[in-house]
């Protein structure tokens, strides 16, 4: 049965791009879990991965809104004081051994770093780095909070700012891969796709690729 959980804000980040708050109530999951969410009685959800940490004393979701979308137009015009439907918590996408030495590489797209931006805030000794694709420079939400901006790649394709310019893969040609680094990938399956095929054309083993599509 999913729980009702009450919204203390919506922040919009930009024209299409928002976060959801709600509160905690006593919900559990590990970090890189989803959960459903839906709005009460439709019986219709979808899902989203927390983007708060396993102790936050709130759940907090970045989503972007897909217009002429089911789900998210509705999610993006909730008031604080409204209720949701969460179901949950799902999934694998969830470091199995945090803190044991090794380096990990988190790639993401749009809102895929919702896992990311949880497991830096649940494990604040990971020796990690964020390449994030986005659209546009102003889709570098909360850069600041990945050791102020220090582990954050942004990789813009259109217009200018950010550190690179043009898509993850290409900056991952152009500087290069570490074979013995452990790859998290989470966003559209394009994305994916692409950079899975170049971490294995570079070397890097099967097992220390792990996978999250959203689209
Ligand atoms: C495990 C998992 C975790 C997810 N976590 C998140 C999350 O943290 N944040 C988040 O924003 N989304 C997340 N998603 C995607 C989310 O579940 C929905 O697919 C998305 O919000 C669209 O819902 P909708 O009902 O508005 O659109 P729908 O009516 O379901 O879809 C309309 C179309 O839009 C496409 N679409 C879906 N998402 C996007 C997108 N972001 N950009 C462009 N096109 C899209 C779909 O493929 C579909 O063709 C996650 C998906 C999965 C499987």
Redesign the pocket.
């Known amino acids: 049965m999913p729980n009702l959980h009450k919204v203390r804000k919506i922040e919009l980040l930009g024209r299409h791009t928002f976060r959801v708050v709600l509160e905690r109530n006593d919900f559990k999951f590990t970090a890189g879990q989803?959960v459903n969410i839906g709005l009460p009685g439709s019986g219709i959800n979808?899902?989203?991965?927390s983007?708060s940490s396993e102790t936050a004393d709130e759940l907090v979701?970045?989503?972007?809104e897909?217009e002429g979308?089911?789900?998210?137009?509705a999610l993006m015009k909730l008031k604080a004081g409204d209720q949701v439907e969460v179901d949950g918590p799902y999934?694998e996408f969830w470091i199995r051994t945090p803190n044991d030495g090794r380096k990990y590489y988190f790639i993401a797209s749009?809102?895929g770093i919702?896992p990311f931006h949880c497991f830096v805030k649940t494990y604040p000794k990971l020796d990690y780095q964020i390449i994030h694709g986005v659209r546009a420079a102003d889709e570098q939400y909360d850069r600041a909070d990945f050791e102020g901006g220090s582990r954050y790649v942004g990789c813009v394709s259109q217009g200018t700012g950010g550190d690179f310019k043009g898509r993850v893969t290409g900056y991952l040609t152009e500087k290069g891969v570490d074979k013995n680094g452990v790859y998290y990938l989470c966003g559209n399956r394009g994305m994916i796709n692409d950079v899975y095929d170049l971490l294995r054309e570079k070397g890097v083993g099967g097992t220390n690729i792990i996978t999250?599509?959203?689209?």
């Open positions: 989803c979808r899902e989203y991965s983007y979701f970045l989503i972007r897909v979308g089911t789900v998210t137009p999934g749009g809102t919702a999250e599509t959203f689209f």
